[in-house]
């Protein structure tokens, strides 16, 4: 199965990347989880999905008793359980969820945040492809909300600053829940040395040259997912991530 998550400085294209990737695999027939950690909304517009502002209900979480988290899901209500009954549908089968929304209530946020920990803790490992979606920058991250993935994907611009943060988010392979693999989706990509800068300042893998494609400015202006308009060479470029994932890091 496919654990991958997707982080790097604001504004890179991890929406973007993740949400076509994740209908990409599961066009392959793949089941899909994908798992949008950012409170913001920016993967469902990848995926093609309805944004709405709903949060979830506050009563999928109980008091946990001492021991517990201090939320737990209520009883009966399981991690699959609670993907069936929450994840959204999206095109292509792919089902979404969100950790929860910025306009909740401070303490809704919260049981949604213990609710989201469970589920990713204790779903079935066999049952799920996942493509998951971090908010910018490295706070997430390197505090352990993608121990989900064998796969960290970082993405990269060719900017001096958006290198910086992927330096910085490649330590996380030294803490010791750190994914197996750490490895640069580049974006935005124009021309062949804006791979080598970022692969001589990040000495990682680069798997995956996305180039700029006005179809992908296109697709954002109309509030929709890249790959419900014609596609470009953005698209060509997450088929071919979709095929290098597959072979080389499909555990
Ligand atoms: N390859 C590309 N070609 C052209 N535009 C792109 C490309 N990738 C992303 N973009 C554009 O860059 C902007 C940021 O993309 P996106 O929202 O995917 O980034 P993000 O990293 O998820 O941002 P945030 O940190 O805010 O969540 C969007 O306007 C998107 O349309
Ligand atoms: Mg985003």
Redesign the pocket.
């Known amino acids: 199965m496919i654990k991958i998550a997707f982080a790097?400085?604001?504004?890179?294209?991890?929406?973007?990347?993740s949400g076509t990737l994740a209908r990409v695999l599961a066009r392959r027939g793949k089941p899909i989880l994908a798992l949008d950690s950012?409170p913001?909304p920016?993967?469902p517009y990848?995926l093609g999905i309805p944004v709405d502002d709903s949060p979830t209900p506050d009563d999928v979480v109980v008091e946990g008793v001492e021991g517990e988290p201090r939320w737990v899901l209520r009883p009966g209500l399981d991690a699959e359980s609670f993907i069936s009954q929450y994840a959204a549908v999206g095109p292509d089968g792919v089902r979404y969820l969100q950790f929860g929304n910025t306009w909740g209530h401070v303490s809704t946020l919260q049981r949604a945040q213990f609710a989201w920990s469970q589920v990713v803790k204790e779903m079935d490992p066999t049952a799920w492809n996942v493509v998951g979606?971090l908010?910018?920058g490295t706070r997430q991250a390197m505090f352990g909300w993608a121990k989900y993935a064998n796969l960290l994907a970082i993405?990269v611009e060719p900017t001096p600053k958006s290198i910086h943060v992927g330096r910085r988010l490649r330590n996380i392979s030294k803490a010791a829940w750190g994914p197996d693999n750490v490895a640069v989706v580049a974006?935005?990509v124009e021309n062949p040395s804006d791979i080598e800068q970022i692969e001589e300042r990040l000495e990682l893998p680069v798997i995956a040259a996305?180039?700029?494609?006005?179809a992908?400015?296109a697709?954002?202006k109309l509030g929709c997912a890249p790959l419900d308009q014609p596609a470009g060479p953005?698209v060509d470029a997450i088929e071919a991530l979709a095929t290098r994932v597959v072979e080389q890091y499909d555990a």
């Open positions: 790097g400085k604001g504004g890179s294209g991890k929406s973007s990347i950012d913001v920016g993967m990848s979606d908010p910018g993405v974006n935005k996305v180039p700029a494609d006005p992908v400015t697709a954002d953005f």
